[in-house]
């Protein structure tokens, strides 16, 4: 469990430090990614779009990443890790500007020693009166 916990930590610290190629490594090169913003992106040139499209929209901001209630089952080469994300976007200063909230599942594989992330999920529940999606939990 401790390989997955420092895979929860380089996600937060590569998504701060806006290190595309450190967060790509991340992933399975055959990455399926069933997004909050998308419907799917389906392998690492895929993903790499996306991610640089996030991270460039920045500017000079920054996304500080926090899970909380993560909760990891681990069987062999496979794991699933499940979590409520919180991205927080940041000032230069460090002051918080904004945040929302959204719920993590990733299916995780061990290739070549490293846990890989293979699958990643993102949602929010849906309020059924106003069919908004709740960013705060």
Not at 17 to 40: Q, T
Not at 90 to 114: D, H, I, M, P, Y
């Amino acid at each position: 469990m401790n390989d997955i916990q420092t895979l929860l930590d380089t996600y937060k610290n590569t998504v701060f430090n806006k290190d595309v190629e450190g967060f790509l490594a991340l992933f399975d090169e055959n990455v399926r990614v069933f997004d909050m913003w998308a419907w799917k992106y389906q392998g690492l040139p895929a993903w790499r779009e996306m991610v640089s499209g996030w991270f460039s929209s920045l500017g000079a901001d920054r996304d500080k990443v926090t899970f909380d209630d993560i909760h990891i089952e681990e069987s062999g080469e496979m794991a699933l890790v499940s979590a409520f994300a919180r991205f927080a976007a940041v000032s230069e200063k460090g002051e918080e500007l904004r945040f929302l909230q959204n719920r993590l599942t990733w299916v995780v594989q061990k290739k070549g020693g490293a846990w890989k992330i293979i699958h990643e999920h993102t949602s929010g529940p849906v309020d059924g009166s106003t069919m908004k999606v709740q960013l705060v939990r």
